[in-house]
Structure formats: C-alpha cells, structure tokens
T-cell receptor, first 114, second 109 residues
Framework: DAGVIQSPRHEVTEMGQEVTLRCKPI?????LFWYRQTMMRGLELLIY????????DSGMPEDRFSAKMPNASFSTLKIQPSEPRDSAVYFC????????????FGPGTRLTVT | GENVEQHPSTLSVQEGDSAVIKCTYS??????FPWYKQELGKRPQLIID?????GEKKDQRIAVTLNKTAKHFSLHITETQPEDSAVYFC????????FGKGTRLHILP
C-alpha cells in the first residue's frame, strides 16, 4: 500500500483565494483525521470522520473551513476565503478504528497564504 | 475541555544517555496514550502506545509508563542514538484525541 496520499504537497496562494486540500486514506481504514500543525499551536485536530461520516468537527476554526468525505477513499479540506493566518502544514491521517487506534499520517500539505 | 501538557519543550542529552519526556492530561476518561515521533520535515509516526489497563510497556530502547491516578504518562528512551533526534508528541484519547505541544530532542555527539 502506498500509505496515506495527500495533494498538493505545497500550495502558495493569495489571501482571499479558495484552497482545496485532498487526501486518500489507506485502503480498508475507516477513520480519517485532518490536522493542522503550526509552531505556535502545535498539532491540532480539525475534524474526524468515521465510515465517511463527520463525528467531531469541533476543531474546525471557523466557517471558512469545510471538509467532506464523499466516499471511503477520498476526502477534501477546503478553505474559502483563505487568510495569511491559515498558513500551516495540514496533515491527513487514517486508522483502522476510531481514536484509540494507531493513526497513519500522510506527508502533509504545506500551505502558504500571502 | 481536555488538555495535554508536555514537558520539557526542548531536551538535549548526550549520546548514550537516557531521555525522559513527561505528559499530563486532564480528562480522567482518557484510555489510549500514543507517542509519535516527527523528524524534521517528515510526518508524525507512532513509536509506542499504551492503554489504560496497562501501567508500563517496553519496546527495545523505548518504554512508556502510565499513572492513571496522577493522570500522567512518560516516555523513556535509553541508550540514545543520533537518529533519536526529533520532535516527540504525546497524546491522550477518549472521545477526543488531544496532542501535547511536542518535545524537541537533541542527541549530542
């Protein structure tokens, strides 16, 4: 298995533009997590899906952020409109179970909003 | 809400010595405690985990201890090697998984 796949790996965009990050979890995993990592705030859980259903989105910063999981093999995290403070590394992770199982992280997307 | 405190934020140890990183958590319902290692520019990777029905777990040079009464858990790395240099994150999970802020471990030659 190729592991968790994320695209793009790097994204540079201007403030106000829409950004879409993509994730393909490991085949057979039924949980998917989106994280944001910054120096100041560390690793923050944004949203967690189980069997394609959002279970916990309490970490989503505000309405500018939205996430979808239309099927078991694909998820998107969208920021619209983007702001400079959204600059961070966004990780997607998947696991076989829920929050008490090992999570496998993707390589991350480094987002820079100018 | 749930909070996970991790100390120290930076740790430097001589190669061959031991390193200890400590975490405390606030939600007594937490029942799963993983530790992740993140090398520079790489993704976090699980190195060891412990569940609330176990007090200690060991895997070669790495061990984790859990004290549920005091709500703290620790990572111990013995005989440290240069490749142990990384950022280490603890986490506590029950309804939510909360990560500590990380410890940057430097192994000095």
């Amino acid at each position: 298995d190729a592991g968790v796949i994320q695209s793009p790996r790097h994204e540079v965009t201007e403030m106000g533009q829409e950004v879409t990050l993509r994730c393909k979890p490991i085949s057979g995993h039924n949980s998917l997590f989106w994280y944001r990592q910054t120096m100041m705030r560390g690793l923050e859980l944004l949203i967690y899906f189980n069997n394609n259903v959002p279970i916990d989105d309490s970490g989503m910063p505000e309405d500018r952020f939205s996430a979808k999981m239309p099927n078991a093999s694909f998820s998107t995290l969208k920021i619209q409109p983007s702001e400079p403070r959204d600059s961070a590394v966004y990780f997607c992770a998947s696991s076989l179970g829920d929050r008490v199982y090992e999570q496998y992280f993707g390589p991350g997307t480094r987002l820079t909003v100018t | 809400g749930e909070n996970v405190e991790q100390h120290p934020s930076t740790l430097s140890v001589q190669e061959g010595d031991s390193a200890v990183i400590k975490c405390t958590y606030s939600d007594s319902a937490s029942n799963y405690f993983p530790w992740y290692k993140q090398e520079l520019g790489k993704r976090p990777q699980l190195i060891i985990d412990i569940r609330s029905n176990v007090g200690e777990k060991k895997d070669q040079r790495i061990a984790v201890t859990l004290n549920k009464t005091a709500k703290h858990f620790s990572l111990h790395i013995t005989e440290t090697q240069p490749e142990d240099s990384a950022v280490y994150f603890c986490a506590a999970s029950e309804d939510k998984i909360i990560f500590g802020k990380g410890t940057r471990l430097h192994i000095l030659p």
